[in-house]
T-cell receptor, first 110, second 115 residues
């Protein structure tokens, strides 16, 4: 079973700061997801990646397959970025489910 | 709408009763997942359907839990003889295809309260 570790668990930053959230996993994967969960529970998929780097607006996600590590970056952070960010991994091909990290609770203060 | 639809949005039931939770995935999505999130906890995988393959049931916490997916579309999660520890938000997600190239689309969840 894949073990997914996220860090930090909690992060409070000032508006405008560059934010990095890390995710490490123990077993090789086929894909990794970054999810965003706002207060009230709605979950949005931010990225799905299996190699390299993806960018969407102020969000950047990178993955290093050899090191079993992914990072989510937020540039020019804003209070509306405040949410729980969750890393989830697929551990192999075929019919398998996701293993989730415990999430990083991010608060951006104005 | 075109998103993942779950019903009911809220369900309160007495301990020992059976409940059924429904998920309508996005049309054409072959992959469907059930998760649950207990208060203050992270997401917990329950079951995964992919096309006509046998489902991955490895996350179901007990034999009181079962799920079906009829015709490769709508899915029903059934919890028999509910217990208070079953109280959680049950989330459904779907994706268009294989693991590697398809983002997840989540429903808004069903909040289950067992009294």
């Amino acid at each position: 079973k894949n073990e997914v570790e996220q860090s930090p668990q909690n992060l409070t930053a000032q508006e405008g700061e560059f934010i990095t959230i890390n995710c490490s996993y123990s077993v090789g994967i086929s894909a990794l997801h970054w999810l965003q969960q706002h207060p009230g529970g709605g979950i949005v998929s931010l990225f799905m990646l299996s190699s390299g780097k993806k960018k969407h607006g102020r969000l950047i996600a990178t993955i290093n397959i050899q090191e079993k590590h992914s990072s989510l970056h937020i540039t020019a952070s804003h209070p509306r970025d405040s949410a729980v960010y969750i890393c989830a991994v697929h551990s192999g091909g075929g019919a398998d489910g996701l293993t989730f990290g415990k999430g990083t609770h991010l608060i951006i203060q104005p | 709408g075109a998103g993942v639809s779950q019903s009911p949005s809220n369900k309160v039931t007495e301990k020992g009763k059976d409940v059924e939770l429904r998920c309508d995935p996005i049309s054409g999505h072959t992959a469907l997942y059930w998760y649950r999130q207990s208060l203050g906890q992270g997401l917990e995988f329950l079951i995964y359907f992919q096309g006509n393959s046998a489902p991955d049931k490895s996350g179901l916490p007990s034999d009181r839990f079962s799920a079906e997916r009829t015709g490769g579309s709508v899915s029903t999660l059934t919890i028999q003889r509910t217990q208070q520890e079953d109280s959680a938000v049950y989330l459904c997600a779907s994706s268009a295809g294989s693991n590697q190239n398809s983002p997840l689309h989540f429903g808004n969840g069903t909040r289950l309260t067992v009294t």
